[in-house]
């Protein structure tokens, strides 16, 4: 019980000093300097527990103020600093609570030995098509039996694509807006297709729903 509250209160804290601080952390970003680095890493991984800015506003603006290198560089490190952060407070508050649960569905504990078996490719495919949202990806993988060494380069490399198109996107656009918007809305469309291709249920199960006005 301890546990699961400390857990709470630490993941609350960090949504509530985002929110409260995004805006004098935006203006020490903008304004360059010694600390915009490093409170540029700090809203990143804020961002991974909550979208207090957009993820493509932040990563974007990186790359605009940095430079494309070092706008990936710090976008990747905030990025995966909040993202283990995240796996370590659901592994350490919630993970005995998930397997008790767990133990009580068979057919569950199939699912979880099959992802743990493939746990790596698992999750590189889910940030490269992220048809799961991050956030849940986090805590569930937080949750099961992965090695975090695993989950932290699945991750990484996983997040490599987005950050990097998202900072040239970022980088180019005070200059080249079309560009901006083209390079970003190729890499979505690019997204979007490969879901429809792979994932055809989730598009059959968004028409149905729109068409019936509930959830199926």
């Known amino acids: 019980m301890i546990r699961k509250l400390f857990t709470i209160i630490i993941m609350a804290s960090i949504i509530a000093v985002g929110f409260v601080c995004k805006d004098s952390w935006l203006d020490v970003i903008r304004d360059g300097g ?22 493509a506003l932040i990563a974007g603006l990186n790359g605009a103020l940095f430079g494309i290198a070092n706008g990936v560089l710090i976008t990747l490190t905030g990025s995966m600093l909040g993202t283990m952060l995240l796996f370590f407070l659901s ?10 649960h767990l133990t ?30 991050a956030v849940v990806m986090n805590i569930v ?36 807006k ?6 970003y809305g190729l890499y979505m469309a690019i997204i979007a297709f490969v879901i429809y291709r792979k994932y055809p249920h989730l598009t059959q199960k968004h028409k149905e729903t729109k068409q019936t006005g509930k959830p199926s």
């Open 104 to 133: 009580k569905y068979p057919k569950m504990s199939e699912y979880e030995a099959y992802f743990n078996q493939n746990a790596f490719t698992a999750v590189l495919l889910g940030r490269l098509i992220p048809v799961i949202p």
């Open 178 to 183: 079309l560009l901006s918007v083209g390079v």
């Open 34 to 55: 010694v600390y915009s680095v490093l409170f540029s890493m700090l809203l990143v991984a804020a961002c991974v527990f909550f979208p207090i800015v957009p993820f």
């Open 141 to 176: 993988c937080g949750l099961s039996k992965v090695k975090w060494a695993v989950f932290f380069a699945a991750s990484t490399l996983g997040k490599v694509p987005n950050v990097l198109v998202v900072s040239i996107a970022g980088a180019n656009f005070s200059e080249n």
């Open 91 to 100: 592994r350490y508050g919630f993970r005995d609570m998930a397997r008790r």
